[in-house]
């Protein structure tokens, strides 16, 4: 962002985003839930799934397609399986809830799932797995989205791009996290190179007929590939088994689109996977294992010496650390609409 | 194999591969456990991952690198979890055990992992899914292996292609079932290019230096590439750290290699996650959703019209389904050596 960026504070954002949600209806805890989530995402850097989200789910809550106050519901149906109805509410926050339930049988049972239906975009998989580490946690979790990507071998979005994150704490240090979705690229990349006057690599996606194509206008009237051909295409399917159709959510081409129609309930699903790390060995002996493990990688040598060898989550948890000290670098224009819903909380408050 | 294939029953494949193991030192209910899982594969056609393995592991077991006797001892460190320690036994020995392991505490608490160390390389990963997939759950399963992928812009081979398996049941059909490690293609594929002097696509493998290759040569001399680039890298890390680290097992480059130091314990883990899916509805219910979500996939428009879209998992159940009716087509000289092998359990019993 540069000259343009804007800088604030977490505490600020968090009160922002706080505010701009109960603007659009959501109750203070609900709001403070969810805000949480929005500003972890922006921590991390990833503020395509920050709080510049919150002008779309305003948009959809005003249409009523979400729930401002949903009522959310738990049923544990075994001791290490908790379903999670979201009943439409505005998905970080369904998504924090479904979390905190997780967490609670976890404890409990040493390994938990809890399955979320009704719910919707849930904002990125790396503050909850993040989340789930501070507390002690190993964590798989993962949410279906609208359909995007084709079948292997197929000419019609038929699953949804789906974001899935694995991370395992480090009681001396950082977790490793990995969050990631199925798609070689984003749509973004493509219309880089596209902007550009670039081809595209044959591996990122196909035309409309389901042909790779290295053309960037004809792989944007089409699909975006998985990774690894039917691997990726496997695991899509996985993430959307799991988080659609196990836990009673919509799935595939059930999945409604925001876009096309915002009044509709999305019913997407998601699942929060946590191990609890402490009943496998002490304290010393994980943060030893990670420790060493992370050395092993980082003393790789590298292809290009001017590259070290990463682990996976190290770029948004430097991130993470200097944002934290140094205040969130922010588009301007998403921190003067932020503060514009804030503003219009001045409405008498409804009781709570 | 053509005309060149030899068929053989399943029952006498096991009695075979039971026989076999026997002669090697195993006693007659782990040498039954072990042969199940190794004639699921070659029912699966996963004949690189069946009994053709028993011959290796026969090396090893003679040279005292596999234990034939192991103490096989399970902690239950949570409702949960149960921790396997495998005590250098044959893999899919260890393997077998650990699923019943976790199979026994998801039962009670609907979802559970078992974490084994001490174990060695336990087949492919499809037989233990489908395994527990008839028994009604859901899984995800894996396990770590000798190092063969460098780190994502790294020049040394530091992790292991780890195999990764997921199965959702269907109680009134077909499971969906995706087994697979995280490379790209698998070396096979590499010297089938080099024996036809063809390149391969850049995305296969980085020759010595850590640099994509395109000349198959080079690619032999280098490393395999993991699907999608960062994404894959991570996943193998992902699969390492709950197979190996998380479970107590070596990971990394602490896996010793079968091929240089066959007579040194590998200490490889796996883990088994299992979610017990009539927690979740009736099967009715699940049926309907399974066989809807197929139908989905399959009616998707093929970009290519000879070649229908596939759900993970049925080509492999294809051949389960023909070769348990027709027989097992098997390499001829890999029959040959089994039937030697089960000839030389003719000395005298030892006392169970």
Request: include cysteine; glycine fraction near 10%; hydrophobic fraction near 45%.
């Amino acid at each position: 962002m540069g000259a343009e960026e804007a800088r604030v504070t977490e505490a600020r954002l968090a009160e922002l985003a706080t505010d701009a949600l109960r603007g659009f209806g959501l109750g203070r805890e609900d709001a403070l839930a969810a805000s949480r989530i929005l500003v972890l995402a922006d921590l991390f850097g990833i503020h395509t799934h920050g709080v510049s989200r919150i002008e779309s789910y305003g948009e959809r809550l005003a249409l009523g397609g979400i729930k401002a106050r949903p009522d959310i519901r738990r049923e544990r149906v075994a001791p290490a399986i908790v379903k999670i109805d979201g009943d439409n509410g505005v998905g970080p926050l369904v998504g924090s809830r479904a979390l905190e339930a997780a967490l609670e049988a976890a404890r409990e049972s040493g390994v938990a799932i809890a399955l979320a239906r009704a719910s919707n975009h849930f904002g990125p998989v790396a503050p909850y797995c993040y989340l789930a580490a501070d507390a002690g946690f190993a964590s798989l979790i993962g949410s279906n989205a609208t359909t995007t990507i084709a079948p292997w071998g197929g000419r019609d979005a038929r699953l949804g791009n789906s974001p899935v994150g694995f991370c395992v704490p480090n009681p001396a240090g950082r977790p490793i996290l990995l969050d990631i979705a199925i798609s070689v690229v984003a749509r973004a990349r493509i219309r880089q190179a596209l902007a550009r006057g670039e081809p595209i690599p044959p591996t990122w996606a196909t035309d409309r007929e389901g042909r790779s194509t290295t053309d960037p206008r004809a792989a944007l009237d089409g699909f975006l590939l998985p990774i690894g051909g039917y691997k990726g295409y496997g695991l899509a399917l996985v993430v959307d088994l799991f988080a659609g159709l196990l836990s009673g959510a919509a799935y595939l081409t059930h999945v409604r689109s925001w876009l096309d129609e915002p009044e509709s309930p999305q019913n997407i699903g998601h699942f929060f996977l946590l191990i609890d790390a402490r009943r496998l060995g002490t304290e010393s002996w994980l943060a030893e294992r990670m420790e060493d493990f992370c050395a092993i990688l980082h003393s790789t040598p590298p292809a290009d010496p001017g590259a070290p060898v990463l682990v996976p989550g190290e770029i948004e948890l430097d991130t993470l650390e200097r944002q934290t000290r140094e205040g969130i670098a922010l588009d301007p224009v998403v921190l003067a609409k932020l503060e514009a819903f804030a503003a219009r909380r001045t409405k008498p408050e409804k009781p709570e």
